[in-house]
């Protein structure tokens, strides 16, 4: 027969371990009573309470303990973090045109503070710098858009002359006897010209490229709106951000943002000039040797001259590509051209430009244009040299002190 102290004995012990966790789930469900306040006396009914508490009893508060907390707030949290997320995604377009107005107004804030040193109103000289930037636009506008438009009209009259000569070609003419080649086409072309799909797949295309071209206008009257705005209201922005810092703090905020802001703005007006004397030179180096459209191409490598490591080769590429179908020679001519002047830029232009603006060493200039365009596209190729020098700028002034008093 068992023993009734064997069987006793662990559900009297069994009993104790539960009282004690629920002693300790009470002690955690309850507020910590303030040391400088007396313990607050256990209520009881009809003192204090309504006749509901006399009821029903007091609220306890949740079991924070509990699978059903824990899960709920839990889920909530995640579904917090992926409404974020999409909201950012969502919000990447608006983003990046904000970006970019920041970034043109940080550029063109050094010219302004100029004007406003020699006595001019501030107001007066935003007025007159973006006046100015307008009118470097308008005229970029005036040497590409004719010259697209003319170029696409005469290309579009050459399509059916260009179509004709390669069907008088002898390899494609042996081609056709072999094979009956240009009846297939034909057939295959009224085929895809009575399919109700292909046509709306052309005219969705076609819809889709006018919409691109809505939208990049619109893109670009946004930042220019915008940027006129924070070169407008630059001090009162800078000063607002710095309220938000705690005071002891500030001063040595401001001075770091001022400094990286300095680069930033010196990095991106040193580009500009570098990207517009390519430019220049080039538009005369074509002149001279006679390559066509020298208007749209010198406008074309200035564009990609604001691009960093890249851009000038691959603008370089372009004209050589184009001067060597209209003359073999002239190519020539343009490779040693470009060859030279880019030493000439590497080795005399460019340090003597950037002088004053950042400092990035070659391998973090690598990744970080690497980084940036694989993040934000050509975008983030054109802002990854500048926000690599602001990170340097915290690295040397913030993080290594930090760690050497450690």
């Not at 240009?182 to 889709?208: H, I, M, N, S, Y």
């Not at 691009?307 to 603008?315: Q, R, S």
Request: proline content about 6%.
């Amino acid at each position: 027969m068992v023993r009734l102290s064997t069987v006793w004995g662990p559900v009297s012990r069994w009993g104790e371990y539960r009282r004690r966790q629920r002693a300790a789930l009470d002690r955690s469900n309850h507020l910590p009573q303030r040391p400088d306040r007396p313990p607050a006396p256990d209520p009881t009914p009809g003192e204090g309470m309504d006749d509901t508490a006399g009821r029903f009893g007091l609220a306890q508060p949740l079991n924070r303990h509990s699978p059903f907390y824990l899960g709920f707030f839990g889920a909530t949290g995640a579904m917090l973090a992926v409404g974020l997320w999409r909201t950012l995604g969502v919000l990447a377009p608006t983003l990046s045109i904000l970006l970019v107005a920041f970034f043109l107004a940080l550029a063109l804030d050094p010219v302004v503070e100029r004007l406003v040193a020699g006595g001019i109103r501030r107001s007066a000289a935003v007025s007159l710098v973006f006046f100015l930037l307008l009118v470097a636009l308008g005229i970029l506008g005036w040497l590409v858009v004719p010259t697209a438009v003319a170029q696409g009209t005469a290309l579009a009259q050459q399509v059916p002359q260009y179509a004709t000569d390669l069907l008088e070609t002898r390899w494609v003419r042996d081609l056709d006897r072999s094979y009956d080649v240009v009846d297939r086409l034909q057939a295959e072309l009224t085929t895809k010209l009575q399919d109700q799909r292909f046509l709306e797949g052309v005219l969705g295309g076609l819809l889709g490229a006018g919409r691109a071209v809505v939208s990049g206008t619109f893109q670009t009257v946004t930042v220019l709106v915008l940027t006129l705005y924070l070169l407008a209201s630059l001090p009162r922005v800078k000063q607002a951000t710095y309220a938000l810092v705690p005071a002891s703090r500030r001063p040595r905020v401001v001075s770091l943002s001022e400094e990286i802001m300095r680069r930033v703005g010196s990095y991106a007006g040193g580009q500009v000039a570098i990207a517009t004397l390519n430019a220049f030179l080039s538009w005369v180096m074509m002149r001279v040797v006679g390559v066509p459209y020298a208007a749209a191409l010198s406008v074309l490598v200035g564009l990609l001259g604001l691009i960093p490591m890249v851009g000038a080769t691959l603008g370089a590429a372009i004209v050589t590509l184009v001067a060597f179908f209209d003359e073999p020679r002239s190519a020539l001519v343009v490779v040693i051209y470009y060859v030279v002047y880019q030493q000439l830029e590497n080795y005399v232009v460019a340090p003597r430009v950037m002088q004053r603006t950042v400092s990035v060493p070659g391998v973090v200039t690598v990744v970080a244009v690497l980084a940036g365009g694989a993040l934000l596209g050509v975008l983030g190729a054109l802002l990854a040299i500048p926000v690599a020098a602001g990170m340097l700028l915290l690295y040397e002034e913030v993080v290594v002190p930090r760690q050497r008093n450690a």
